[in-house]
């Protein structure tokens, strides 16, 4: 069941799309000294609150947003510039549509846009939860129309959309059928009940017995 573990480390490489190396430089200064008002059109809550909502420090979330104001200096990011942004770190294939299904998972307003706010919150989640809550975090990432259920297609699409980002990494090594073979072999595993849905319960208790998924969840590990 190789899809978990290759999407684990897609989403390292997204933590690391918003941590440019300034952001990993702790920072002294206040979040309040990083508006510009001239170019900032959206302002984060304050530390304090988003604190409360997180798993972070004060000097983490000044850190975190450095890195994200770099990159978005309006203070949000809408999916073209997520797709941009994405892009650069896999210019060897086309990116576009995995960072769509990402952008989604970010976005739980539903607005779109993705504020620091939303970011830090999934960050929290992705780096800081607990083993089910990191799980919970995917399956929603995987249920692309959040009807509460991955289907067969709703996986194929998130694989597709991986091989191709890979780009020249995968093909033509890659089989044309192998993004379906890999779904097949992610059913065969995950829908216990074989009713042709993978619930979010089924989903963790399989996770959870899968040596090799929970080892890709230490990539998560020390990030910031």
């Not at 892009?87 to 576009?96: E, L, Y």
């Not at 989640?125 to 929603?140: H, M, P, Q, T, Y």
């Not at 849905?197 to 998924?213: A, G, L, P, S």
Request: charged fraction near 25%; aromatic fraction near 12%.
């Amino acid at each position: 069941m190789a899809l978990i573990p290759q999407t684990a480390g897609v989403l390292f490489k997204t933590i690391r799309v918003l941590l440019p190396n300034q952001a990993r430089r702790r920072s002294k200064h206040s979040i309040e000294d990083e508006f510009e008002p001239s170019t900032v059109c959206h302002r984060p809550e304050g530390l304090e609150q988003l604190q409360g909502q997180t798993k972070f420090t004060k000097k983490e979330l000044q850190v975190l947003y450095r890195g994200f104001k770099t990159e978005c200096p309006s203070g949000v990011v809408n999916e073209e510039t997520f797709k941009q942004i994405y892009s650069q770190f896999f210019p060897q294939g086309d990116s576009s549509m995995y960072a769509h299904f990402l952008f989604n998972a970010f976005d739980t307003d539903h607005n779109g846009s993705v504020s620091f706010e939303n970011f830090v919150t999934g960050l929290s989640v992705i780096l800081r939860g607990s083993i089910e809550d990191k799980l919970s975090w995917a399956f929603n990432l995987y249920d692309l129309n959040k009807d509460g259920c991955i289907t067969r297609e709703e996986m194929l699409d998130i694989m597709k959309s991986i091989y191709d980002m890979m780009g020249k990494y995968t093909y033509p090594t890659v089989r044309e059928e192998s993004p379906q073979e890999h779904v097949e072999s992610f059913f065969q595993k995950m829908d216990k009940n074989r009713d042709g849905v993978v619930t979010v319960e089924e989903f963790i208790e399989t996770c959870q017995k899968d040596e090799n998924i929970m080892k890709s969840m230490q990539l998560f590990e020390n990030v910031i």
